[in-house]
């Protein structure tokens, strides 16, 4: 929600300075003809609404996906080298398999290297939208080990 505070107040600002402008053109007969440029100011509200929606979208999207169960699985996890649908940057791809080896989960990978075409047993901790947690009880990295610090502030250095 920090991340909006920018557009949220421009928004407050543009409003009231609309509804100003309305309110002073009705109440003060000689000001009423600024009327004119409160949709300058209305414009404004309204860009910084969309503004503020799109900011947003991307943050809302990944906290309601934490509400998407977490799987776990008896199977395998698979290695394999990007191919042509991969990112350029990619470094492969990483899948959790069940155990008749049909794909639960895919992701793509992205590192200094390629990863090795390798598939090895597994027990799984998993999600969708976050990727592997844990494989075979040891931490991937993906969720943090401790309590996050305020605002997740810090987190991203993380390796």
């Known amino acids: ?26 109440h003060v ?7 004119v440029i409160a949709p300058v100011f209305a414009v404004g509200a309204l860009s910084f609404t969309i503004y503020a929606i799109a900011v947003m979208v991307a943050p809302l999207r990944a906290f309601l996906q934490t509400y998407r ?37 895919e992701w793509e990978c992205f590192g200094s290297r390629h990863l090795p075409e390798r598939t090895i047993p597994a027990h799984i901790e998993f999600s969708t939208y976050g990727g592997l947690h844990s494989i075979d009880g040891k931490p991937t990295g993906v969720l943090p080990d401790t309590e996050l610090p305020v605002l997740a502030i810090g987190i991203a250095p993380r390796h």
């Open 69 to 105: 169960p977490i799987y776990i699985v008896d199977g395998y996890v698979r290695y394999r080298a990007p191919d042509e649908r991969a990112e350029i940057d990619a470094s492969g791809y990483i899948a959790a398999l069940f155990e008749d080896r049909t794909v639960a989960c």
């Open 1 to 26: 929600m920090a991340i909006a505070i920018e557009p949220f107040l421009g928004m407050l600002f543009f409003a009231l300075f609309t509804w100003g402008i309305i309110w002073r053109s009705h």
């Open 29 to 35: 007969p000689a000001d009423a003809s600024i009327i």
